[in-house]
């Protein structure tokens, strides 16, 4: 992956066009930063030359997946144009937290070490951040089957029982090949085929 593939990325997400800053950090100001700091490429907020929420990478890959997660947590309605995805309705019967209906638009699969599947997806609205202790609304979860037999990819059966995951406190944004041990499960929630069957907890 170059810079410039990265920038073709940010460049068709639905974010500010001055939010982001790529390549160098120096004269940014209220925006996010990916650049390359020689040995490590660093993802920060830059704000009155100062530096919050900094996580460095080894790679420009792993840089590049943690900037676009925390652009779709701070915009929630980001996302890639022309991007083919699934939508699914998430609520739930047994958590408060994940009671309202959220839409969900898968953005990739992922898996486990064990093989088994995950959906990392974006919600709307976003959960918020306070009651997770985050400082920003979390709008990207990661989603695995709860009951054995059961996947999430496909998905053979509605509702789907799941449950919703954020990177645990100092890990690094998902990637495959994913470890029980670098997310934290926030909630059980269901998965619905539609928004009404979602508000209405509908078992088809």
């Known amino acids: 992956m170059t810079l410039d593939e990265v920038r073709a990325r940010v460049t068709r997400l639905d974010v500010p066009s001055d939010a982001v800053v790529l390549g160098h950090g120096a004269a940014a100001n209220e925006a996010w930063v990916l650049c390359d700091e020689g040995s490590r ?4 907020y830059a704000e009155r030359g100062g530096r919050t929420a900094e996580r460095r990478h080894p790679t420009l890959e792993e840089a590049a997946e943690d900037l676009l997660t925390r652009l779709a947590r701070v915009f929630p309605a980001a996302r890639e144009v022309g991007e083919s995805r699934t939508t699914y309705y ?3 019967l047994e958590s408060t937290r994940l009671a309202q209906v959220r839409q969900c638009h898968v953005l990739r699969v992922l898996a486990f070490d064990n093989g ?3 959906l990392l997806v974006r919600l709307q609205p976003p ?7 985050e400082r920003e609304d979390v709008g990207v979860v990661v989603l695995a089957a ?7 990819d496909p998905v053979a059966e509605f509702p789907c029982f799941v449950h919703v995951a ?13 470890s029980a041990a670098d997310l934290t499960v926030v909630g059980w929630g269901e998965l619905y085929r ?4 979602a508000a209405a907890n509908r078992f088809e």
Do not use: F, I, M, N
Request: glycine residues 10%.
């Open 41 to 44: 490429w660093s993802v920060y």
């Open 116 to 118: 088994k599947p995950a």
């Open 146 to 152: 709860r009951h054995r037999g059961a996947s999430v």
């Open 127 to 133: 959960l918020p951040g306070q009651e997770l202790g």
């Open 166 to 178: 954020v990177a645990a406190e100092g890990r690094e944004p998902p990637q495959d090949p994913v």
């Open 194 to 197: 539609t928004a009404a069957d």
């Open 90 to 92: 998430l609520s739930s």
